[in-house]
């Protein structure tokens, strides 16, 4: 039976993106896969009362099961009320790739989706997104579209043929298919090589450019950065201190994504961010505590260092803090 969001206590993206174009911040979408990230998220995001974006891939659904993520999600916002709090909780479908899917997103309590066609032609991205977006809207759930394509690995599909996206294509975009907010691709990828660079290099700076260039073809309207992660040293050299072997990661610096957040960037996506967290936390813990084998021991603290991460970012790189007062 097909539940609506509305009754799960959660909230589209459209007034959330008002609100940050507005007065300059972008929401946070963060990633879950498990329990641990939900509680952190949530924790940290009641604590600096920010608005959330909770983001669910599709490696997630595979890995723990969609039904099970969505009764997670209903969990996490009754906890936050519990808290006594009021905070915005979007339930998001993350590189969303068929219709199919995102109807069944929608029919399961999703509050917004993502289709991803932006490794299709141009035509082709149009129709599929224009098809969800029509879907979507009768049931009052937003849509976000992609334009142009981040280098790496989009969920699972090897993007080898990267490429910035196309100003002149934007306002063609969303006119034809009325997406309630539109990824680009300016220079990021994701996971945790996101530059090819030599130790000591510096990473180039995102393409501002285009995201001015876009800007000024659709004012007014909400863009989403995707492969946002900064892949801060601190925990990639506690991975590295503790048996681990991360060489050469490099991520966007958390000075661009202020410059981002400011503009008409009203989302940002950090998932591998919180992969390193945890797992340099759990490893340190291991590594030092050989005999302890209950889980919550190593999770617990893993989960403790996720949400001061989290609240990080929100109070001082997207400047989300304090806006769901
Ligand atoms: O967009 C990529 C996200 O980080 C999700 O990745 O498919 O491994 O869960 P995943
Ligand atoms: P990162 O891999 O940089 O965290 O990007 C996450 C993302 O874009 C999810 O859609
Ligand atoms: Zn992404």
Do not use: W
Request: glycine letters at 8%.
């Amino acid at each position: 039976m097909a539940v609506s969001f509305k009754d799960l206590g959660l909230v589209n993206t459209r007034e959330m993106f008002e609100k940050a174009m507005k007065e300059g911040y972008a929401v946070p979408a963060f990633n879950f896969n498990n329990m641990e990230q939900l509680q952190a998220i949530i924790m940290a995001c009641v604590e600096v009362k920010s608005p959330v974006i909770l983001q669910i891939s599709k490696g997630a659904r595979q890995y723990a099961n969609q039904t099970m993520l969505r009764y997670m999600a209903q969990g996490a916002v009754e906890m936050a009320r519990e808290m006594g709090s009021k905070i915005p909780i979007a339930l998001h479908l993350d590189h969303g790739d068929s219709y199919d899917l995102c109807v069944s997103c929608i029919e399961n309590g999703f509050s917004s989706v993502m289709i991803d066609g932006s490794h299709l032609p141009y035509d082709e991205n149009v129709a599929l997104t224009k098809k969800v977006v029509e879907y979507a809207h009768r049931y009052d759930v937003t849509v976000e579209g992609e334009l142009g394509v981040l280098a790496g690995i989009e969920d699972n599909v090897s993007a080898e043929s990267s490429h910035y996206t196309r100003p002149e294509e934007v306002q063609d975009f969303v006119s034809k298919t009325g997406v309630d907010s539109l990824a680009i691709s300016i220079g990021t990828s994701h996971g945790a090589y996101k530059f090819k660079i030599k130790p000591g290099e510096q990473v180039p700076p995102l393409r501002f450019d285009i995201l001015e260039e876009c800007e000024r073809r659709i004012p007014g309207f909400p863009i989403v950065l995707h492969g946002a992660s900064s892949v801060l040293p601190e925990y990639v050299e506690m991975i590295n201190r503790y048996g681990g072997k991360i060489e050469n990661a490099a991520g966007v610096p958390e000075e661009q994504l202020r410059r981002a957040a400011k503009s008409a960037v009203c989302k940002i996506n950090i998932d591998s961010d919180g992969r390193l967290v945890l797992t340099a936390v759990i490893r340190k813990y291991l590594a030092e505590h050989p005999s302890e084998f209950d889980p919550r021991k190593y999770l617990g603290p893993a989960r403790e260092e996720l949400k001061n991460m989290y609240a990080n970012k929100c109070k001082n790189v997207l400047g989300s803090a304090g806006k769901a007062e």
